[in-house]
C-alpha cells in the first residue's frame, strides 16, 4: 500500500509574530501507524522541503513516545527534510492520501488549488481520505461533481471551536473548522475538549485533534486492507 501524507508549508500565526506549521503528533502517530502496516510513506507539502514544525508541538508537555520515536528516528527526519513538492504528485501513484493538521494547513492547504484538486481527484477514484484536527478544513473548498461542497450532508469532526478558544486562536485563524464546515452542510459531531473521536463515513475518515490522529490512521489502514481484500 502506499500512502500520501500532505503537510503545511506556512510558518507564521497570522499577525501574532509566533510560529507555527504542522503539529508532531499528527504526523509521528500516523506516521508510525503506517510504517508499521507496512506501507510505503510519501511525504509531501506545498513548496517541498522542509516543512515548519509548530515549535509547540515540540514541547515537552506535548511529546509522546511516538513524537519521541520520530525525533530520534533519523530515517523519517531525513524524509521529512525532503517533502516532494505538491504540485507533482498525482492520486494514481497512491492508495490514499492522509492529512495531518496544525495550524500551518489554515493558510495554505485550505485555499491551494493543487491540494483542492489532489483531494478531488482521490474522492473521484473511489479512494478513501483521511484529515485530522485543523486538516479538515482543508475540505471547504472541495466540490462534488455538481458544484455542491463536498462535506454537505456528510458525517466528520475536527478541531472544535471550545479546542480553538482553549488555546486562545479563535480570533486569529482564518475560520473555525467547527463552525465552517456546518455552514457548508457537514454533520459535525465531536466529545469533550481533548477527548479521542474519530469519524468514518464512507471515504472520509476525520479525526477531532491530535490524539486522534492515531486512531483515524488505523481507520484508514483498516479501510485499506477492506478495500484490498474486495479486490483480491
Known amino acids: 500500500m502506499k500512502i500520501l501524507i500532505v503537510l503545511t508549508s506556512h510558518d507564521t500565526l497570522g499577525d ?8 508532531l503528533e499528527e504526523l509521528a502517530a500516523p506516521y508510525y501507524v503506517f510504517k508499521d502496516a507496512g506501507t510505503e510513506i510519501t511525504l509531501a507539502s506545498p513548496k517541498g522541503g522542509q516543512p515548519p514544525l509548530d515549535p509547540k508541538s515540540d514541547e515537552p508537555m506535548f511529546q509522546t513516545d511516538l513524537t519521541r ?3 530520534a528516528d533519523e530515517a523519517a527526519k531525513a524524509q521529512l527534510a525532503e517533502t516532494v513538492r505538491l504540485d507533482s504528485v498525482n492520486q494514481k501513484d497512491f492508495d490514499t492520501v492522509f492529512y495531518p493538521g496544525g495550524h500551518g494547513p489554515m493558510w495554505d492547504l485550505a485555499e491551494d488549488p493543487n491540494s483542492i484538486n489532489l483531494i478531488g481527484s482521490f474522492i473521484a477514484a473511489g479512494k478513501t481520505i483521511a484529515l485530522v484536527c ?22 466528520l469532526t475536527g478541531f472544535t471551536n471550545g479546542e480553538e478558544e482553549g488555546v486562545g486562536l479563535t480570533k486569529v485563524v482564518p475560520f473555525l473548522v467547527e463552525d465552517e464546515l456546518i455552514s457548508l452542510g457537514a454533520v459535525f459531531s465531536k466529545v469533550k475538549d481533548w477527548g479521542v ?10 479525526g477531532q485533534n491530535p490524539a486522534s490522529s492515531g486512531e483515524a490512521a488505523e481507520a484508514l489502514v483498516h479501510a485499506l486492507k477492506q478495500a484490498r481484500s474486495k479486490t483480491v
Open 16 to 23: 501574532t509574530g509566533k510560529k507555527t506549521g504542522f503539529w
Open 134 to 155: 485543523h486538516a479538515p478544513g482543508v475540505l471547504h473548498r472541495v466540490k462534488n461533481p455538481d458544484g455542491t461542497p463536498f462535506v454537505n450532508g456528510r458525517y
Open 197 to 206: 473521536h474519530t469519524v468514518v463515513d464512507g471515504q472520509l475518515i476525520t
Open 69 to 71: 520515536r520520530f525525533s
